[in-house]
């Protein structure tokens, strides 16, 4: 009898540094004095009476009123970063972790002079936390396991007759995860439309988020996720060898199983684009507008999802 064991695993710990070029807080509040472009007022749009088009009322100051902030830009406004000036870089220096680990296990052992056995186990495993864009998106952890059987008995049944039989079986998963995974995001921002078309098993995580100028919030979108692969392999092999003089003459068969069930999310949380359009004055757009003050009015550029 033999019997050998290994194990094999490694740690890895990247550090990363990311740079967000990011909003004041007084802009989160409706403040863009700071701001150099003029902010021009969507709900003041009308027809320009000196020719063709329409023009709008600057905001007075380059401040959007409080009853005018949108109530979901408020809610995600926390998790954008902020800046000493617009446009300015917030740095932050998250870590990627990479855990591995590999077992291998295998026993032989002969029966009797004409039998021997052997019987084979692997498992590997793979682990991976990576750092949101922003800090309060957190860590989306990634996960694969899959394992390996086989068993296989070799007999002499004569003297010019050898027979092996072997089964194995391999079974693999793979997880994916968004960023703040188990809430639904968009229902507690009172963003509505959503909802009718859920997957049953929908627990919710964080949209996605572009600006024009600033760095954006990338929650679920990437790698399509949440997102699994299950994987299983079945296999009964069995393969004969008769020797007949100068003749050695082979002959078998091999039954195989295999399953493979996947699910991508696409953007099932929603992905929304900011520009500055709706602030900007439709006369000469040309520094005017800011992607920042769009978002704190409630007014995207445009908006889409991709149903699971």
Known sequence: TFFFFNYEGTRERQGNVTNRFSPTPGMLAGDFSAVSNT?????????????????????????????????????????????????????????????????????????????????????????LSEPGNAPALGIADSSTKGQNYTVSITSN????????FRTNMLYGL????????????NK??????????????????????????????????????????DRYTLEFVDNATWIKGNHVVKFGTKIRHYSWLGTDSKNYMGQWTFNGQ????????????DAIADFMLGLPQNGGRGYP
């Open 188 to 229: 507690d921002a009172g963003i509505k439309g959503m909802e009718e078309t859920k997957r049953s098993f929908d627990i919710g995580s964080f949209p996605d988020f572009a600006f024009a100028g600033y760095a954006g919030l990338s929650g679920s979108t990437f790698d399509q996720r949440p997102k699994t692969q």
């Open 39 to 127: 902010l021009y007022d969507p709900a003041t749009t009308r027809a320009n009476p000196a020719g063709a088009g329409a023009i709008r009322t600057p905001f007075a100051g380059n401040v959007i009123p409080a009853s005018r902030l949108s109530a979901q830009a408020r809610f995600f406004a926390p998790y954008l970063t902020t800046a000493a000036t617009p446009g300015g870089l917030f740095t932050f220096s998250p870590s990627t972790a990479v855990d591995l680990d590999q077992f291998t296990t295998r026993l032989d052992h002969s029966i009797t002079d004409s039998h021997r056995v052997f019987f084979r186990w692997g498992m590997n495993k793979n682990g």
């Open 174 to 185: 793979i997880q994916l995860n968004p960023y703040l995974l188990g809430r639904d995001f």
């Open 278 to 289: 709706n602030t900007q004055n439709p006369a000469a757009a040309t520094r005017t507008g």
């Open 157 to 164: 049944l004569t003297p010019t007759l050898i027979n092996e």
